[in-house]
C-alpha cells in the first residue's frame, strides 16, 4: 500500500507563489506515475500535471504551462507543484495521485490507485 499526504496550502493573494508538496509512506514510489489534480467548490476534479518514472517525463494542462511546474525527489518519496503567479481561478482543494503505470493527460482518475487527502489553496484578488 502507499499513503499520499499533501502539505503546502494556503491563502495567497494574485501573483503569489506557493509550493505544494505530495510524500509517501508505506513504500517507495520512485517507480509510480504521480498527478496533481484539484477541484474547487462545486466543481469536477480536474486534472492539473503529472510525472512519470523519469523527471523528464510531464505533462501539464494548459493553463499551468509556464505558471506551475511539478518535479519529484525520489530519495525523498516526494513530489513537488511549483505554482507561481496565482490567479483566483486557482483557488482550490489540490490532491496527489499515484498510478503504477505511465501518466499522461489522457488516463482516466480511475486509474490511479492512490490518493492524497488534499490541501486547500485559496488566491485572493
Known amino acids: 500500500q502507499v499513503q499520499l499526504v499533501e502539505s503546502g496550502g494556503g491563502l495567497v493573494q494574485a501573483g503569489g507563489s506557493l509550493r505544494l508538496s505530495c510524500t509517501a509512506s508505506?513504500?517507495?514510489?520512485?517507480?509510480?506515475?504521480v498527478a496533481w489534480f484539484r477541484q474547487a467548490p462545486g466543481k469536477e476534479r480536474d486534472f492539473v500535471a503529472c510525472?512519470?518514472?523519469?523527471?523528464?517525463?510531464?505533462y501539464y494542462k494548459d493553463y499551468a504551462k509556464g505558471r506551475f511546474t511539478i518535479s519529484r525527489d525520489n530519495a525523498q518519496n516526494t513530489v513537488y507543484l511549483q505554482m507561481n503567479s496565482l490567479k483566483p481561478e486557482d483557488t482550490a482543494v489540490y490532491y496527489c495521485?499515484?498510478?503504477?503505470?505511465?501518466?499522461?493527460?489522457?488516463?482516466?482518475?480511475?486509474?490511479?490507485?492512490?490518493w492524497g487527502q488534499g490541501t486547500q489553496v485559496t488566491v485572493s484578488s
Open positions: 510525472i512519470n518514472y523519469s523527471s523528464a517525463s510531464t
Open positions: 508505506g513504500r517507495t514510489f520512485s517507480a509510480y506515475g
Open positions: 495521485a499515484a498510478a503504477r503505470s505511465w501518466v499522461d493527460t489522457t488516463v482516466p482518475q480511475n486509474n490511479y490507485a492512490y
